[in-house]
C-alpha cells in the first residue's frame, strides 16, 4: 500500500480572516519566510507523495502561479547577483507534480474529495487540509503513511481534545491498539454534542483512505450546513473496512483563524534560523515591560 498522491482542498472563503482574505488566498497568507500552503506541500512531499491535486476555485489564481516558474523573476535576481533567491524561488515549483482542479460549487469537503477521483484512480491517497498546519520531529502525514501501509487500511490523524473543541470537530470511537499510538477506529461522528461524542479524540487536517471511499461520497446526501461532509463519507467506509486513528506526535496550528495563525506565525519564527534568537530576546524585553 503505497501513497503517492495527495489532495489540498483550499476551495474555502477564509471568512474567519477578513478582511485579509478578500483578496489574497488564506493559504497563500505569510508564514514567516514561506507561504501557509508551501509547508503543507513539503509536507506531503516529506512522506512519499509524488503528485499533488489542489482544489482550488474562482480568487485562488495566486496559489496556482506560486508554484509555477517565475523566468522573468528569477532572470532579474540573476542579473542583481541573488543566485540563492533565484534558485529558491525555482525551487518551489519543482517540490513536486502539483495539478489544480476548481471546485466550482461550495458542497462541502466530503464533495471537494470527491471532485478528486479522477486524479486519484484506483490508489490510496492523502488528503491534507490547506489551513492545517503540522509541526513534529517526524512529519505528521508521514506518521499516517507508515500506520496505513503497516495495517493495509485508511487512516486518519487523531488528538484528544477539550470537550468546548470536540463539538467543533469529528469525534472517533476507538476500539483496540493496534500499536503505539494507533487505534481501530469503529465509527464516528461530525460536531458532535457533549452527549453524541463517541470520545474526546477528534479528526484534525490529515487522512489517508482507500479509493472505496469515492463511491462513497458519490451517493452521500448533504449532512450538516447543506454539505456533503468528507465524515459522512468515512463514517460508511469505516463499516466498509478497516480504519485505523494514528494520535499523532507533533503540534497542530489551524491558520484559518486568527489566534491559530499567530501562533503558528510565533512558533515557527522562534525555530526561524535567521530571526528565532532575534524574536526570543525581543518577547523576553516586551515581557518585562507588561509589568506585573
Known sequence: MKVRKAIIPAAGLGTRLLPNTKSIPKEMLPLVDKPVIQYIVEEAVSAGVEQILIITNRGKTAIEDYFDYAPDLEERLLADGKKKDAEIVHSVADMADVLFMR???????????????????????????????????????????????????????IHEVPNELIVKYSSVKLEEKLSERVYRISDMNEKPTLEEKFSSYAILGRYVLTPAVFDILGRTPPGRNNEIQLTDGMKELVRQEKMCGVDFEGRRYDTGNLKGYLEAIIDFALQNEEAGDWLKEFIKAKAASFGD
Not at 458542497?107 to 513534529?136: N, Q, Y
Not at 508521514?142 to 487500511?153: S, T
Open 103 to 157: 471546485q466550482k460549487e461550495t458542497k462541502g469537503l466530503g464533495h471537494a474529495v470527491w471532485r478528486a477521483r479522477s486524479f486519484v484512480g484506483d490508489e490510496p491517497f492523502a488528503v491534507l487540509l490547506g489551513d492545517d498546519i503540522m509541526l513534529g520531529r517526524k512529519p505528521v502525514l508521514k506518521q499516517l503513511v507508515e500506520a496505513a501501509e503497516a495495517n493495509e487500511c485508511s487512516a486518519v490523524a
